[in-house]
């Protein structure tokens, strides 16, 4: 039994950052045990996507393929779990992230330390479940190996994001990315800059213009190809705006020299996560250094998927 794969749903809105959560805990159990993996797009119109999750799974139709495990992620994705837990009891339901209802609405909840959630079937973890592997990256950063090779050594990624709800990306934080580019550059260090679906639009015509006005940077601003996962192993450090608890957790998990980069707005909460960054991997904010400490790479969806794995055998003897 124990060989046989298992089939895993993974449930998005189909929005990237929240897809890849889900997603990243899905291959991670998969790299543990034979599970193979699907993923379930939903298409609400807006009128039920505005609604309360209960009040959604009571007036959606959900038409979800046969699965061991579903896990989702994002607001949209918790009542077709909610939906399974009380309609096929043989599938565990995981909800990745603070799903803000009652945790024993589901089988178990991977949420971040940061979050607020507590509870008996909660685990927490630094950040995020992300989807960066010594492998991927290996596998990403030979794929795009003819770019990178018309940039010199040494390099460094900028990893922008953009406004949410607790961060603005304003003209005096998006001044303070480019002074750190400029200086990167003045250091003799290539620029690999990846710029997020959040960014503002005034922002990234100002990015492109930096970028044509410059030798050896490499701007991806969303047309073709992403090459995420090849600028992580194709730099030496990585520069990660303050606003993605994603972006940051996949760059620790590279082992490489991590950097935050200011953001205007409110972070309460995301102080206990840049203090657990700053001290599991020593993610600081950037004042203009070149080397960082030295650690192992961030491995929680590794432990994580773990401890699913744990708990789906307790869930199944049940």
């Known amino acids: 039994m124990a060989d046989e794969a298992l089939h895993c749903l993974v449930i998005s809105d189909g929005r990237r950052g929240i897809e890849n959560q889900a997603l990243g805990l899905a291959e991670g159990c998969s790299s543990i045990r034979p599970l193979t993996i699907q993923t379930h797009h939903l298409h609400h119109n807006a009128a039920l996507a505005a609604l309360p999750p209960k009040a959604q799974r009571r007036l ?40 803000r209802i ?40 030979l794929s795009f190996a003819s770019g990178l090779s018309r940039l010199p050594m040494p390099r460094a990624a900028i990893l922008i994001g953009g406004t949410s709800k607790t961060h603005k990306l304003d003209a005096a934080s998006h001044k303070a990315h480019m002074e750190a580019a400029k200086s990167l550059r003045g250091a003799g260090q290539a620029l690999l800059i990846s710029l997020s679906r959040r960014t503002p639009d005034n922002i990234v015509l100002k990015w492109k213009r930096f970028a044509s006005d410059n030798d050896h940077v490499w701007l991806h601003d969303g047309e073709g190809p992403n090459p995420y996962f090849a600028f992580l192993g194709g730099a030496e450090i990585i520069l990660v705006t ?76 049940a």
């Open 60 to 99: 959606a139709k959900f038409d979800l393929p046969r699965c061991d495990i579903a896990i989702g992620c994002g607001r949209q994705a918790i009542a077709p779990l909610l939906y399974l837990k009380s309609n096929r009891p043989e599938v565990m339901t995981i909800y990745a992230q603070d799903p």
């Open 102 to 141: 009652d945790p024993l609405e589901f089988d178990l909840v991977i949420a971040p330390e940061h979050d607020a959630i507590r509870g008996p079937n909660v685990e927490l973890m630094i950040g995020s479940p992300n989807r960066v592997t010594r492998d991927k990256v290996i596998v990403e950063t």
């Open 242 to 317: 303050e606003d993605s608890t994603n972006m940051l957790t996949e760059a620790c998990a590279t082992g490489k020299p991590v950097f935050r980069l200011p953001m205007s707005g409110r972070a309460e909460k995301f102080q206990a996560l840049y203090s657990a960054l700053e001290s599991r991997c020593g993610a600081v904010l950037y004042s203009g250094q070149l080397e960082g400490e030295d650690y192992p790479p961030l491995t929680e969806t590794a432990r994580v998927s773990e401890i699913v794995w744990e708990r789906f055998d307790t869930f199944r003897s």
